[in-house]
């Protein structure tokens, strides 16, 4: 696991090759396998493949052009009825994809759609109105996956700022 945390990095430039079912499949129980608060599990994905769909979901935000260009988007929903934490449980589904992805040899990256908007309407609505999702559910994010047509450096011990944790009480060093 530390060694995937150390690789992973946020991939936006993909080849051309799509992903094969198997690797769709695992991709899908990680998600399913996510924690979420008192197992209430409040969302639910779209698997968006098709590249019609992929072109309008580059339209979704400034800044998420690069998934025109991706083998899938998987496009992260919850319900709030569902549950109260459902910002928490999707955060945690779509880091599970991200890990995931690096897992098993592919370039992925999070485009944030929750609380972001375009100048007419929120990426919310227009992502909801692309795939015809109903409005009891919320769009949370995007994650964009591929086989990797970039190469980033991992992460390093250098990289890590341990001055962020405190050992016991607020202040105090953690050496
Ligand atoms: C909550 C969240 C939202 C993000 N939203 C976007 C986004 O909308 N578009 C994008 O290109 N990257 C997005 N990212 C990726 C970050 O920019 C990226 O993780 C960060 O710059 C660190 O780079 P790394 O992932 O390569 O370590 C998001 C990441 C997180 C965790």
Redesign the pocket.
Known sequence: MLNILYR?????KYKPQKLDTATVQQLLKAALLSPSSRGFQPWQFIVVEDTELLDQLALA?K??G?IKNAALGIVILADPATSDVWVEDA?IA??IL?LTAESLGLGS?????RE?YLETESCEEYVRRILGIPENLKVA?IISMGYPDQS?PP?SDQDLKFEKIHLNMYGSKFE
């Open positions: 992973r990095r946020s991939i936006r935000k800044g998420s690069f955060a779509a880091t991200h990256c999070w485009i944030q759609i972001r994010s980033k992460y």
